[in-house]
């Protein structure tokens, strides 16, 4: 009987590998990439997931560039950790989807006849699914996750963006500062003047109480400008997984503009092409187009093979049996309506990326506008009207020196010019914003250089 028995169990441990190549699939070329990316990232992580070091760290002295920005998002926002743990999750799913049903073995004694020294049954079963079913499964957590690495690459690039975003309103802050004080120096050498000259009875002394209001009114404008500047800090810090007051190095804004825009026609195409949101609208298409054909196998019935040896004849060479099983799909609704829902889904996502396509290149000709009209603002501002006040300041002080003007005319051509270019710093802010966002609407925006 031992020898029955061990050898029942070399038969079938000799057809199992064979079964199981053919009811399930090796992994891809894309989930051999996708695994090894993950395991690369998971080695990467410190032992402890809330550790406090920052890599790599912001300067707090010296100037705090957009590539270190970029640097510091990238590797510290909590966000896209929680992103990158949850693909990992999705990465252990694959071999649970596609693993082979349990195997069963089962030992029986009839203990009435033990003295006689038969009565003993032992089996071996093994399920095994219809070929491809588990396949199908596999591809439909392959598909899926490789929507999730898109959905974490968009991340990265909207944390990135966003950070973008807080750096040149910084570089604002201190380009609007300087200018208020300029124009506090230029009011305050003018009320000095008029004290002078109502000394010399060649003002009205009202004159002097006009210029010290415009002095409280760019002191007021200045705490407007502390505010942006402890809020985009903030924002700042808060992406870099750092304390929102945590200190940091100045910023310096570019000497140049961003470049112009090429044709609009020329980037509708990228939206499509490089955008990561669609790249994993597609990975979810063909994730649900996998969901249906496994759900169809389901209606297949499930096979399976055992071995039995059991003593309880006479007969020993009645003792091994070799069987086959197969399952009777009898549940015909219910297989029907999983094949339903799973085509349902499939034509949900569809219609998910079409949308999503036309949204891409609404946004993408929503950037390009508005960077084309930033810079061509900036333009007219600096070239056109700016020179034009600066000489109407000019004809206005001399008007006045000679008392041909009120200073109320002289006070609204420095004010003027104060407005104008505190208007070319918002209008450079608004030509990088855009720019900015332009590069993220067609997936340009990468995690190592900063936006040109």
């Known amino acids: 009987m031992a020898w029955t028995v061990r050898t029942s169990i070399a038969v079938a441990a000799a057809l199992a590998p064979l079964l199981l190549a ?160 300029d124009h506090h120096l230029l009011i305050e050498t003018l009320r000095q003047s008029i004290i002078g000259r109502v000394s010399a009875n060649r003002a009205r002394p009202v004159d002097v109480m006009t210029a010290e209001s415009e002095l409280i009114l760019a002191d007021q404008k200045l705490l407007l400008v502390d505010r942006m500047e402890r809020q985009a800090s903030a924002k700042l810090n808060v992406l870099m997984h750092r304390s929102p007051d945590a200190p940091f190095g100045a910023v310096a804004w570019p000497n140049s503009l961003p470049p112009d825009p090429p044709p609009l026609a020329d980037l509708l195409q990228r ?24 759900a169809e196998k389901m209606n297949r019935p499930m096979l399976g093979f055992g071995v039995e040896v059991s003593t309880m004849v006479d007969d020993w060479m009645m003792w091994p049996m070799l069987m086959l099983m197969v399952e009777l799909p009898l549940a015909t609704a219910r297989r029907d309506a999983m094949v339903d829902e799973a085509r349902a889904r499939h034509t949900a996502e569809r219609y998910s990326r079409e949308a999503l396509a036309v949204e891409l290149a609404g946004e993408v000709a929503l950037r390009h506008a508005e960077l084309v009209e930033a810079l061509a603002s900036h333009a007219t501002l600096a070239s056109r009207l700016l020179p034009a006040l600066e000489q109407r300041l000019a004809f206005s002080l001399a008007a006045y020196g000679s008392g041909q003007e009120a200073f109320d005319g002289v006070l609204m051509a ?10 070319l710093v918002e209008t450079r802010l608004r030509a990088f914003v855009a720019a900015t966002w332009l590069d993220l609407a067609i997936g340009r925006l990468s995690q190592q250089e900063p936006t040109p």
């Open 22 to 181: 053919c009811a399930s699939h090796g992994p891809d070329a894309a989930w051999r990439s996708l695994d090894a990316r993950s395991k690369a990232d998971l080695r990467a992580e410190p032992n402890r997931p809330d550790a406090a070091t920052e890599v790599p760290i912001v300067p707090t002295t010296g100037p705090l560039t957009l590539t270190q920005v970029t640097a510091a998002v990238v590797h510290n926002n909590r966000r896209l950790e929680a992103m990158r743990h949850s693909l990992r999750a999705m990465v252990h799913m694959r071999p649970q989807q596609m693993a082979m049903p349990d195997p069963t073995l089962e030992v029986g004694i009839a203990p009435l006849v033990v003295h006689t020294g038969r009565g003993q049954r032992i089996s071996f079963r093994q399920p095994l699914p219809w070929p491809g079913t588990l396949g199908a499964r596999g591809r439909v957590v392959l598909e899926d996750a490789l929507a999730m690495e898109h959905d974490l690459d968009a991340m990265r690039q909207m944390v990135v963006a966003m950070a973008h975003m807080s750096w040149w309103e910084l570089g604002a802050t201190a380009r609007l500062r300087q200018h208020w004080h």
């Open 271 to 294: 939206a499509t092409t490089f955008r990561p949101e669609f790249a994993a609208a597609e990975a979810r298409v063909r994730s649900r187009e996998a969901a249906i054909e496994a």
């Open 414 to 423: 420095a004010t003027a010019i104060t407005e104008v270019r505190l208007e």
